[in-house]
């Protein structure tokens, strides 16, 4: 069958690509359905955000030195004066923060310290390593187990510590 002419009034398509349909209505409501997806995309996103956020902040601020749980807290601080103080008695589950609060002659922050365990706390707490600890930095540990601990100063074995748990 051969294609007939167009009527005489009419001219002729000579356009052989397909129609193009266009309507006002079509690209509005294409712009704002992505624009919803946009933001519900958005607000997720915030609030997996805000929920990450929270969390970390909760555990930060829970969180030890040494990363393990414990109940109670108590503080030790090193200078150039030695412990202070010398005996301090604690809770099992007490987190011991030794603090290096070491000043120089001009009242400059001091050398670091590493606060080490006598031969009788080192078969008791075989996981005890506090390294050196820079001045205004410190070191927490926990005691899980009653008894006597000494610890001395690596620098100055004069200068101890006795921790006792009960």
Do not use: C
């Amino acid at each position: 069958m051969e294609p007939q002419a167009p009527p005489p009034n009419e001219p002729a398509n000579t356009d052989t690509s397909a129609p193009v349909v266009t309507s006002s209505m079509g690209a509005p409501s294409a712009r704002k359905r992505w624009l919803l997806i946009a933001a519900v995309v958005l607000i997720a996103l915030l609030l997996i955000g805000g929920a990450v956020a929270l969390f970390a902040h909760s555990k930060s601020s829970n969180a030890s030195i040494d990363n393990e749980e414990h109940k109670y807290e108590a503080i030790v601080t090193i200078d150039s004066k030695g412990f202070m103080p010398g005996t301090l008695t604690v809770k099992p589950d007490t987190e011991v923060f030794f603090e290096n609060h070491s000043q120089n002659s001009e009242g400059e922050t001091g050398p670091a310290v590493q606060v080490v365990q006598s031969k009788a706390a080192a078969k008791q707490t075989a996981d005890f390593n506090s390294d050196q600890i820079p001045a205004t930095s410190g070191y927490g540990y926990t005691f899980r187990k009653a008894g006597t601990y000494q610890f001395y100063n690596a620098a100055n074995v004069k200068q101890t510590v006795t921790v006792i748990v009960k």
